[in-house]
């Protein structure tokens, strides 16, 4: 049982401080303090993260490295349909001690704390454009209503403005390339022959 001291992403990291080439494992569940993503799709609130850490002391301080697996849900893109799909993303971050370089994570209290971390590399692997089928035909443009697989979209409707170019049409009838006299010369011709010999 891993003690947490200011919340469920918190580890400490007490016995492996300064302590390069130490390192320390851990597999965890932890629910989603709150929902994650703000597109058609996110990680609600409640959801568990599998969780697969390892933490390792460097000397310039704790290197996190690990894996996370969630579950997404929304609607898709194309079609609105409901869709649940799992997340798969890896993570890599230097947590540095205090008093060097300024970074973006820092050894606190002897401590890491790994939820902007795994938020950060869970929600920027979420789509952008969520599908619920890779051929997801959508919505009807006319209708609105999904379309079924192998089936058209009807028409879109056509603009009064140009509603007259529909009767327009033009002659598609093949033209001949060339119809000048010069042509007509070229073919009277009688073709010149080399009839004399080397």
Not at 162 to 180: C, F, I, M, N, R
């Amino acid at each position: 049982m891993i003690k947490r001291l200011n919340g469920p992403f918190v580890f400490p990291v007490r016995d492996i401080v300064r302590r390069p080439g130490e390192m320390r494992e851990f597999e965890v569940e932890i629910q989603v303090p709150e929902k994650w993503g703000e597109g058609l799709v996110s990680v609600p609130e409640g959801e568990p993260v599998q969780l697969e850490v390892r933490l390792e002391s460097v000397h310039e301080g704790i290197l996190v490295s690990g894996e996370a697996d969630a579950t997404y849900t929304g609607v898709c893109g194309r079609c609105l349909r409901d869709i649940a799909h799992p997340t798969e993303v890896e993570f890599q971050e230097l947590f540095a001690y205090p008093g060097s370089e300024a970074t973006d994570f820092e050894v606190q209290d002897d401590h890491v704390d790994l939820e902007t971390l795994v938020r950060d590399a869970i929600v920027l692997s979420l789509p952008f454009q969520p599908v619920c089928q890779p051929d997801c035909p959508g919505l009807d443009p006319a209708t609105g209503e999904r379309l079924a697989e192998g089936t058209e979209s009807h028409a879109a409707p056509i603009d009064p403005r140009w509603a007259a170019l529909q009767d327009y049409t033009t002659d598609t009838e093949a033209v001949p390339h060339s119809t000048g006299a010069r042509d007509d010369d070229a073919q009277a011709a009688p073709r010149a022959e080399n009839t004399e010999k080397s």
